[in-house]
């Protein structure tokens, strides 16, 4: 478990909704790592990817993060209505 109290949490959020991936999709990509240096950059820290990420994962969790995508759209999921 995250202790959130090691973050400022309307930072992180603010900085998760101005890039373009939901959490899912987030990890190893360009987003994460500059997301993940200006909190550090902003907070003056040197908090890792993965606590980053676990923060986020937490935040998203308790239902504090921005809605982002389609909801229910799962890329490459089979339709049972499409053929071959």
């Known amino acids: 478990m995250v202790n959130e109290s090691r973050f400022n949490l309307p930072i992180l959020r603010r900085l998760y909704g101005e890039q373009p991936h939901t959490i899912d999709l987030l990890p190893h990509t360009d987003e994460e790592i500059v997301l993940v ?48």
Do not use: Q, W
């Not at 003056?44 to 504090?64: C, D, N, P, V, W």
């Open 37 to 84: 240096d200006a909190y550090n950059a902003h907070e003056g820290t040197s908090f890792s990817i993965r606590e980053i990420y676990m923060a986020l994962m937490t935040l998203r969790k308790r239902g504090h993060l921005p809605k982002k995508g389609k909801r229910g759209a799962v890329p490459g999921r089979f339709s049972p209505n499409s053929r071959a």
